[in-house]
């Protein structure tokens, strides 16, 4: 248990769906992070969070959007995916932004689209 | 281009041998470096992480990396696998510069035979 919980953690939804997945952390972190894990991919860096404001968005596609309500929860909103999108949705925390502090990872969401 | 590399996709091992898993990175500057571990159906956790000073660093579950400059590595060993050490592992890199955006390496598989 690290601290970091993801919600749900497994999620089937077809193509024209609407879902969110849900990221809660309780260590007083002030950064949070979506990563997407891919099969044979390296971990992608989707969004970055730092006092609930977005600070890094790596190009990905706008059927993804997240939000950040308060500095402990963050969501990924979903809508019209691609089986493509199928992959190991992880969330992370930090203390901060500084190169020195760790990730904290939560056991992901393993989403699944058809 | 910037990057990290782990050149072992899988490595196997007996229970009770040696490990040693590579993890190579092309910056400019010495960046942050870390290894994370990632058990099947789990995020990732941190085993060890170097920033300065002493180059060969301790980490959980009695891992060990050491940095070297001159190859630019941060090798990852244990002197004796457990049978529970079969996982994925992750070099992660924080760029020299900047705040923290980890590039993570494709990963190593770790399979080991009883």
């Known amino acids: 248990e690290t601290g970091v919980t993801q919600t749900p953690r497994h999620l089937v939804m077809g193509m024209t769906n609407k879902k969110s997945l849900k990221c809660e952390q309780h260590l007083g972190h002030n950064a949070m992070y979506w990563y997407k894990q891919s099969a044979k991919k390296p971990l992608e860096l989707m969004f970055v969070y730092s006092l609930e404001e977005r600070v890094e968005n790596n190009s990905v596609p706008s059927r993804f959007s997240p939000e950040c309500p308060n500095s402990s929860h963050l969501f990924l909103h979903l809508h019209t995916l691609q089986p493509e999108d199928s992959a190991l949705y992880l969330c992370a925390s930090s203390q901060d932004r500084s190169r020195s502090t760790e990730a904290f990872f939560g056991q992901g969401t393993r989403l699944t689209v058809v | 281009a910037q990057s990290v590399t782990q050149p072992d996709i899988h490595i196997t091992v007996s229970e009770g041998a040696s490990l040693e898993l590579r993890c190579n990175y092309s910056y400019g500057a010495t960046p942050y470096l870390f290894w994370y571990v990632q058990s099947p159906g789990q995020g990732l956790q941190l085993l060890l992480k170097y920033f300065s000073g002493d180059t060969l660093v301790q980490g959980i579950k009695g891992f060990e990396a050491e940095f070297k400059r001159s190859q630019s590595s941060f090798n990852l060993r244990k002197p004796s696998v457990h049978w529970s050490d079969a996982a994925e592992y992750f070099c992660?890199?924080?760029?020299?510069?900047?705040?923290?955006?980890?590039?993570f390496g494709r990963g190593t598989s770790l399979i080991v035979h009883p």
């Open positions: 992660a890199v924080v760029p020299p510069g900047g705040s923290y955006i980890p590039t």
